[in-house]
């Protein structure tokens, strides 16, 4: 059975439920005006699917504050600070680790203000770590830091909400990043998908413009036209999705 067929099967079931799965689409790395930024959010505004745009604060341009400014569908979210990696040589990479957590908070509000200050109302108080890793010990003083929510990679814990954060994970991230840094094939990431869809959990689609090869784009834009139009899937908007339960 192709991929495709799985997908669209599991999704039939799920609305023959009368249900949908909500699902989400996350890009990383954004900040500095290109031609895959272009082409990113030309997509999301062709597929009418909103997307929450990681933004690094220290690789904000102006060109790519103004394209991203000007779009309909993208909310911004934060990714750390300068994606620097602090790791000890060695040990896997992270920027939200490795040194003193009061500099990392520091450096995370200050990272903040500037997306605050250029993107208003489009900004979402939501912490993308770089990486998808960050020091455990930070998690709990991010709220008090100014932070609504929290995004990494993966089944969430049950505990988070406890912590004050709203916690919207991503699922699937169709790059082979141990090997050729390219598309895996619509074959694994439609398995992939197909595994990790869960009517409890918003599950998101995680993509990187600047890693993005062709088979990569025509990948996405076949899976946000078929979520779009899919009874059984619903495609959510970040402030949907981190808004507090009341
Ligand atoms: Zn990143």
Redesign the pocket.
């Known amino acids: 059975m192709s991929g495709w067929r799985r997908l669209t099967e599991a999704l039939d079931a799920v609305a023959d439920r009368g249900e949908a799965i909500r699902l989400w689409w996350r890009d ?2 954004a900040g500095r005006d290109c031609p895959a930024l272009d082409r990113l959010l030309d997509l999301a505004e062709l597929c009418g699917a909103p997307i929450a745009l ?1 933004v690094v604060s220290a690789w904000l341009d102006e060109d790519a504050q103004g394209r991203i400014a000007a779009s309909a569908q993208a909310t911004v979210l934060q ?1 750390g600070f300068a ?1 620097a990696d602090h790791a000890p040589p060695g040990a896997k990479k992270i920027e939200l680790g490795g040194r003193d957590g009061a500099v990392i908070l520091a450096e995370l509000a200050r990272g903040r203000d500037i997306l605050r200050d250029a993107f208003g109302a489009t900004f979402l108080a939501v912490l993308v770590p ?2 998808n890793r960050l020091d455990a010990a930070l998690i709990d003083q991010l709220a008090a830091c100014g932070f609504v929510g929290l995004s990494t990679f993966g089944r969430r814990a049950a505990a988070d909400e406890a912590l004050g954060l709203v916690r919207v994970n991503a699922h699937l991230d169709p790059v082979d990043w141990h090997g050729s840094r390219l598309f895996v094939g619509e074959v694994a990431a439609l398995t992939r998908l197909c595994e990790v869809l869960d009517p409890e959990e918003p599950i998101g689609i995680l993509s990187h413009h600047l890693a993005m090869d062709e088979a990569g784009w025509r990948f996405f834009e076949d899976l946000l036209g078929l979520l779009r139009s899919h009874p059984g899937a619903q495609l959510c908007a970040a402030p949907a999705l981190f808004a507090r339960p009341r």
């Open positions: 990383d790395d990681a990714h994606h770089p990486w």
